[in-house]
């Protein structure tokens, strides 16, 4: 495999800039999962977010949503497990969108 593969196989973090070398995550750095919907299999930087912050999920902008100029909502599944510590801590499903 070599470098322009192993960039493929590397996720995206959402707000990530396109013409960003280097689009993925930090090893320092606390990700929620982004599953569903059109911002599908990025990652959502939390990294110091508090336990409320996270459980109450997310809108977040993009322009593949209904609404053009709208926002993507994702939450947490209630009672789905959390791993502590940087890295993919947890994931945050679709739940629609919002003007």
């Given at each position: ?52 912050e ?18 993507a909502?994702y ?25």
């Amino acid at each position: 495999m070599d470098r322009e593969d192993e960039q493929l196989l590397r996720r995206r973090v959402y707000g990530a800039d396109h013409d960003d070398p280097d689009p993925g995550p930090l090893p320092y750095r606390t990700y929620a999962e982004l599953v569903g919907g059109p911002l599908d299999g990025l990652l959502l930087d939390i990294t110091g977010w508090r336990a409320e912050e996270v459980d109450d999920g997310v809108a977040l902008s993009t322009e593949l949503v209904r609404w053009p100029g709208g926002r993507a909502l994702y939450d947490p599944r209630p009672g789905e497990p959390r791993s502590p510590g940087p890295g993919v801590s947890r994931r945050f499903y679709h739940s629609g969108d919002t003007p």
